[in-house]
């Protein structure tokens, strides 16, 4: 008989630096930006830290930040969420929100 169980897994950031950036700060813009601003400033960032433009793998990290922080502030949906997700209060930020729940199933045992 096949049963699953739920474990939690504690998700982990390797540097504490990247744990509490938003994706506003990542664009360097304010939280009540413009979507034109949000265009520009991934125009003018993805150009400074473009894997073509910047050789270093710190270059490389930002960049994807970059790319990851505009996917989000560029679409009003998913904007709108963000933003509620960082109205939160912090206690509820330190607990919950950093961990992730994952479905066990032993069918992947080795």
């Given amino acids: 008989k096949h049963q699953s169980h739920i474990y939690r897994i504690n998700s982990f950031c390797s540097s504490s630096k990247h744990l509490f950036e938003s994706h506003y700060d990542v664009l360097q813009l ?18 400074q830290y473009h894997p073509d433009t910047a050789n270093s793998k710190e270059s490389q990290k930002k960049f994807v930040r970059i790319v990851e922080a505009y996917n989000i502030l560029s679409k009003p949906n998913l904007r709108r969420n963000y933003d509620l997700g960082l109205s939160r209060p912090e206690s509820m930020l330190k607990t919950d929100s950093t961990k992730q729940y994952y479905e066990y199933d032993p069918h992947f045992e080795r």
């Fill in 30 to 47: 304010k939280r009540n930006c413009t979507t034109k601003e949000v265009k520009d400033a991934f125009i003018q960032l993805s150009k």
